[in-house]
């Protein structure tokens, strides 16, 4: 049988079916990972280690200069992994998006952001689904992996390999298997977290378990890419809403004179009917504040309200105006303005053990402060610079020398010295973990 060129119509060239691969010998062989982001490069890596070749696919030639410095954010044994293989006899590093016929697998992981306005920017998956399917060949798996719309895998997989002469589930197989990564937690690594997959039809979801299986503990399949892709959705949406309500409780603890901190750590003594989640000064990184918006995004083109859901996004994305509204009433209280105060953050990447600036609170609240005439710096051990419009802001190398009016506490990253805030007089902190220092606010 001969394999159609990428953009060749398939219709005619097939006199057969390609049957039923068997699952372990498919699993075995080479894999290819569209996106090299926080989720497309550990997963490359498990699959080395799992013994795949590994083909990674990524459209940003920075990107895998990048990789094959090893200047990129990961684990440290996710580091060893890389340094390993980095050899290039069973990993190969390419944009040209032809490699992807050499695969009997290919994986899709690129992100799924959401605009200014909360309105899903499917541009990079669309991208990486239409060139997925312009190289496939008969045999192949296809793996959607990036959280988006119930009903994605079958837009812009399924009914574009169709349009080529390819039957899913006979000449190709498709599923949705919904990314699990936590970025810089070691303890919730991918060979520690079971995986969810939906296939296309029983040989899809077969082949895609047996390949999963691979680089996790467990696989649990259901029925459908839908069922996958709304799992994904409820796991975050279930965070958001937590969270959306952590914020608020301890904004009504500070009103009754207490610390919230103790009480949930009382709470989550019950061992049935709670689970513990911590306020903070907003939340950031490429899930929570983004995922829930697609099945909001969804749901309003169907005319279908979800009042709880959408109010938990929107005390979300105004959690870091209520940040900036504290500075101003603990400034106030000395008898100071906004404008003019020199304000430090520490820490601003979006959560601690990363370097990752996307969708970080600390950005919106840098950017309301200096809006109000306020002189912001910052101190953060992994982000060493950051773009506030035309300007460019560095990490204060001696922080403790400064003579700031206020600090605000935002993100703490492990082995970060803070004993020098136990002298001064204006600590806000937003993290709600330093009750040790006298002069600390909460918000």
Not at 114 to 130: F, I, N, S, W
Not at 392 to 404: F, I, K, N, T
Request: hydrophobic letters at 45%; charged letters at 20%; one cysteine or more.
């Amino acid at each position: 049988m001969r394999f159609p060129t990428p953009t060749e119509p398939v219709d005619g060239i097939l006199s057969s079916r390609v049957g039923s691969p068997d699952p372990e010998r498919h699993a075995q062989a080479t894999v290819a990972v569209v996106g090299l982001g926080y989720v497309g490069l550990p997963t490359a890596l498990a699959l080395l280690a799992a013994g795949n070749e590994v083909i990674g696919l990524d459209v940003s030639s920075a990107r895998l200069e990048a990789i094959r410095r090893r200047e990129v954010d990961l684990l440290p044994s996710d580091h060893e992994r890389l340094a390993e293989h980095l050899d290039g006899r069973i990993l190969t590093l390419t944009d040209d998006p032809a490699e992807l016929a050499r695969a009997a697998t290919v994986i899709i992981c690129v992100p799924t952001p959401v605009d200014r306005h909360q309105v899903p920017d499917l541009t990079a998956m669309a991208g990486a689904c239409a060139t997925a399917v312009a190289h496939a060949v008969p045999g192949q798996l296809l793996v959607l992996t990036s959280t988006t719309y119930v009903g994605t895998t079958g837009d812009l997989l399924v009914k574009p390999l169709a349009a080529r002469g390819l039957v899913v589930g006979e000449d190709v197989f498709v599923a949705f298997s919904p990314e699990r990564i936590d970025p810089g937690n070691a303890h919730h690594t991918q060979d520690s977290t079971p995986r969810v997959v939906g296939g296309a039809g029983a040989l899809s979801a077969g082949l895609a378990a047996a390949v999963l299986r691979r680089t996790a503990p467990s696989v649990h399949e259901l029925s459908s890419p839908e069922d996958a892709e709304m799992t994904k959705l409820w796991e975050n949406t279930f965070r958001a809403v937590n969270i959306a309500l952590a914020n608020e409780f301890a904004e009504d603890c500070r009103g009754l004179g207490l610390d919230p901190l103790p009480i949930i750590g009382a709470a989550a003594t019950k061992p049935y009917g709670f689970m513990p989640f911590y306020p903070g000064p907003g939340v950031g990184g490429h899930c929570i504040p983004c995922d829930p918006h697609y099945l909001l995004w969804q749901l309003r083109a169907k005319r279908i309200s979800s009042p709880l859901i959408d109010a938990a996004m929107t005390a979300i994305a105004t959690r870091p105006r209520k940040v900036v509204g504290r500075v101003r009433e603990l400034l106030s209280e000395r008898s100071l303005s906004v404008s003019g105060a020199r304000i430090l953050v520490i820490g601003v990447a979006y959560k601690p053990g990363v370097a990752d600036l996307r969708e970080s609170p600390a950005l919106e609240i840098i950017e309301e402060l200096a809006a109000e005439g306020a002189k912001v710096g910052f101190v953060d051990a992994l982000v060493p610079s950051l773009r506030l419009g035309d300007e460019v802001l560095r990490s204060e190398s001696a922080p403790e020398r400064g003579d700031w009016d206020l600090v605000l506490v935002h993100t703490v990253h492990a082995g970060t010295d803070l004993g020098w805030l136990a002298d001064h007089s204006n600590v806000l902190d937003a993290t709600y973990r330093l009750d040790s220092f006298p002069a600390r606010a909460i918000l």
